[in-house]
């Protein structure tokens, strides 16, 4: 009998000691999360994405088609019924639509190409969602692109619909995209954005699975339901003009410390997803600048109390 | 008897592989009324609950080990810069492997309420260590899917994992031809009986 059927051996018959040893050396793992930059983490997450991703790709786009016919199947199975209600009701809809429809195509035509003046100041790239967080706790995605398409952390994602969040880690063929709802996206580093018709600044917090939370650092005077939130560019981690969502709320709000943001992007479904190549000088510039502003003012005054 | 072991030992592997992408991709293809259930089934403790009720506590401690290990690499919990949590699922899943492992070796007749009992407590252990350690680590845990909060998350959990476990032992006892095996089980413990 080896060492190894002998150990078998024990811990079938009393599996409490082989308990013991793994939530040792669990607790141990645990502990290695307070070591900042532990790199046998990182590249236990790098190996299991990059090997992972071709069948999660694979098996993403399979079940995609599957449910595209099986949808299509009952879309079409319930089409003769459908279309014989529709003809009565289309003869007293048709001009109240074709009316609405030119007034809603003008106003998305008009909000898409305020929204991608930003996007497109800079190159993207466009990948797939292939798979969200396992944890229901974390709101965090991964897409199938990585560094190979030239993708680095901390760059901006967005939809055409408005911002996703940034990406947290990237694999040569994944990247880990942290969404704005998690707990996680405004720690460390604010992240700053205003409301588009007044600027009041606040930081954007993960609230829960769909929503945000805007905290004001000085409570404007009148807020409406709806109004659009954007970046404003001033945290270090996104260009300025991106939207964030709109505002949720029952009524119009009087100086509120805190409100809801419902997330312009669909993040609960999202498909394809731009991320947006911007230099970190690029992102970092402003607020450089005033941070060796606030330097060099911090400066003169100790100048001068020497004096 | 070996070869019979290391079959099963793989079979499990590729049981946890489907469940990882279970656990990550199933839920963004289905439609958001099924995603509000759906979301809270936790598909690697199920098979590790499935590994247990193969009566080896060692091959269904180890299975938690690289559940835990798989689910903390496709979590934001492996993530550095933004918050760590590796090795919490590890902890969870084999605090919960032990129970159920624990009821398996005590209740000897294999069913569906023992298989209930078994995954019942491993769920709730699984939630309830996973949360008191994020709160150790000092994460601010979200309103989940549905808006529910921690006793939604283990309410709903616990019920969508018994129903699954049904539907999901039924195909893994042909997977694992757990039927031929119930019956070279009872057949030897006839001929012992006979014996004496």
Redesign the interface.
Same mark, same amino acid.
């Given at each position: 009998m080896s060492l190894t059927d002998k150990? =078998?051996d024990k811990? =079938?018959k009393n599996? $409490?000691w082989?308990?013991g040893v #793994? #939530?040792l050396l669990? !607790?141990?793992?645990?502990s #290695?999360?307070r070591v900042p930059?532990?790199p046998s983490?990182?590249y !236990?997450?790098l190996v $299991?994405?990059s090997g992972?991703m071709p069948?999660?790709w694979v098996? *993403?786009r399979g079940?995609?088609a599957v449910?595209g016919v099986w949808n299509g199947y009952f879309r079409l199975h319930d089409s003769t019924a459908e279309n014989e209600r529709l003809k009565t009701e289309r003869a007293q809809l048709e001009t109240k639509i074709v009316e609405l429809r030119g007034k809603a195509q003008l106003f998305d035509q008009l909000n898409a190409l305020k929204d991608w003046q930003v996007v497109n100041a800079y190159p993207g790239v466009t990948a797939r969602?292939? &798979?969200?967080?396992?944890?229901?706790?974390?709101? $965090?995605v991964?897409i199938d692109q990585g560094m190979l398409a030239g993708i680095s =952390?901390d760059q901006p994602v967005v939809t055409t619909d408005g911002l996703v969040g940034r990406v947290?880690?990237a694999t040569p063929l994944a990247s880990?995209v942290?969404l704005i709802?998690?707990?996680?996206h405004g *720690?460390?580093a604010a992240v700053i954005a205003q409301t588009a018709d007044n600027r009041w600044l606040g930081i954007i917090e993960? =609230? &829960?699975?769909s929503l945000c939370a805007m905290r004001f650092i000085q409570p404007p005077e009148k807020l409406e339901n709806g109004e659009q939130v954007v970046t404003s560019g001033q945290d270090g981690l996104y260009p300025p003009g991106l939207l964030v969502g709109r505002i949720r709320s029952n009524g119009p709000l009087a100086a509120p410390q805190l409100v809801d943001i419902q997330p312009a992007a669909q993040l609960?479904?999202?498909d394809l997803v731009t991320v947006i190549q911007v230099p970190p000088e690029k992102i970092r510039g402003p607020v450089d600048d005033v941070v060796k502003e606030e330097k060099a003012k911090q400066g003169k005054a100790s100048d001068r109390k020497k004096r | 008897m070996e070869k019979e072991s290391r079959v099963t030992t793989i079979k499990i592997a590729a049981c946890l592989l489907v469940a990882i992408f279970a656990q990550t991709t199933l839920n963004r293809l289905l439609p958001d009324s099924l995603e509000r259930w759906t979301g809270h089934i936790d598909w690697l403790l199920l098979i590790i609950v499935y590994a247990c009720l193969q009566r080896d506590p060692a091959r269904a401690l180890f299975t938690a080990v690289f559940a835990g290990l798989a689910f903390d690499a496709f979590s934001r919990a492996a993530t550095p810069s933004v918050a760590q949590a590796v090795g919490v699922s590890g902890f969870a899943y084999v605090l919960s492997a032990y129970v159920a492992d624990r009821i398996v070796s005590v209740i000897v007749a294999d069913n569906l309420l023992v298989r209930f009992a078994t995954v019942a407590s491993a769920s709730v252990i699984n939630i309830l260590t996973r949360y008191i350690f994020y709160k150790l680590l000092k994460f601010e845990l979200p309103v989940l899917v549905g808006g529910q909060g921690f006793a939604g998350a283990l309410i709903f959990g616990l019920v969508t994992n018994l129903i699954v476990s049904v539907l999901l032992y039924l195909v893994l006892d042909r997977f694992f031809d757990k039927g031929s095996a119930l019956r070279v089980r009872r057949s030897e413990a006839r001929r012992i009986k006979a014996r004496f």
């Open positions: 150990a =078998k811990a =079938k599996p $409490t082989l308990l #793994l #939530l669990h !607790l141990f793992v645990i #290695l999360n930059g532990q983490l990182r !236990l997450q $299991t994405m992972m069948f999660q098996a *993403a079940v995609g449910k969602v292939i &798979s969200r967080d396992a944890n229901q706790w974390f709101n $965090t991964t =952390k947290i880690l880990q942290l709802t998690d707990e996680r *720690a460390g993960g =609230k &829960s699975q609960g479904k999202l | -």
